[in-house]
């Protein structure tokens, strides 16, 4: 078997342990075309879009979720220092910033590379970026309704 095949496979198998522990969770979801689930939650204020993907080449379960507004222009700058104070101590994942587009989403990977993932690191995979996505999607809303400054952003979102 060649090592592509051997790639592929082994992604199957961990796509396929992801979509049977939503299963017994009995999760929401729609199992998209190359090895990505579609799905999603609401939080405490806002809706929550996750889309995990599965890539096979690189050996990684990507979790990636995109706030549900965009930044407009005149606000871009200082959420970049908002985003930044929110990445300064996250343990896992973090929320990566467009300031062309003013779009922001939160990631977070974990490697199965040479291993296999149990039940539990994908139940820690969800529940953390959906505790951490939950903790601040109101928060740079917030950011952007209030049009705070540089000073009330850093007392605010730390």
Same mark, same amino acid.
């Given at each position: 078997?060649?090592?592509?095949?051997?790639?592929?496979?082994q992604?199957?198998?961990?796509y396929?342990?992801?979509?049977?522990?939503?299963?017994?969770r009995?999760?929401?979801?729609d199992?998209?075309?190359?090895?990505?689930?579609?799905?999603?939650?609401?939080?405490?204020?806002?809706?929550?879009?996750?889309?995990?993907?599965?890539?096979?080449?690189?050996q990684?379960?990507?979790l990636?979720?995109?706030?549900?507004?965009?930044?407009?222009?005149?606000m871009? @700058? #200082?959420?970049?220092?908002? +985003?930044?104070?929110?990445?300064?101590c996250?343990? /896992?994942?973090?929320? =990566?910033?467009?300031?062309?587009?003013?779009?922001?989403?939160?990631?977070?990977?974990?490697?199965?590379?040479?291993?296999?993932?149990? @039940? #539990?690191?994908?139940?820690? +995979?969800?529940?953390?970026?959906?505790?951490?996505? /939950?903790?601040?999607? =109101?928060?740079?809303?917030?950011?952007?309704?209030?049009e705070?400054?540089?000073?009330?952003i850093?007392?605010?979102?730390?």
């Amino acid at each position: 078997m060649t090592d592509d095949k051997k790639k592929l496979k082994q992604a199957q198998t961990v796509y396929d342990d992801f979509c049977a522990m939503l299963d017994e969770r009995e999760w929401t979801y729609d199992k998209a075309d190359n090895l990505v689930i579609e799905t999603g939650a609401r939080g405490d204020d806002l809706a929550m879009d996750l889309t995990i993907r599965v890539d096979a080449d690189r050996q990684l379960v990507i979790l990636h979720s995109p706030m549900p507004f965009t930044v407009p222009e005149n606000m871009r @700058k #200082e959420m970049a220092v908002a +985003v930044s104070c929110a990445n300064h101590c996250m343990v /896992d994942g973090d929320f =990566d910033y467009d300031y062309e587009t003013g779009k922001i989403y939160f990631r977070l990977t974990t490697s199965f590379r040479d291993s296999l993932i149990s @039940k #539990e690191v994908f139940e820690y +995979v969800i529940g953390v970026s959906l505790n951490t996505i /939950d903790d601040y999607n =109101d928060k740079f809303l917030t950011v952007v309704k209030k049009e705070m400054n540089y000073e009330q952003i850093l007392g605010f979102i730390e």
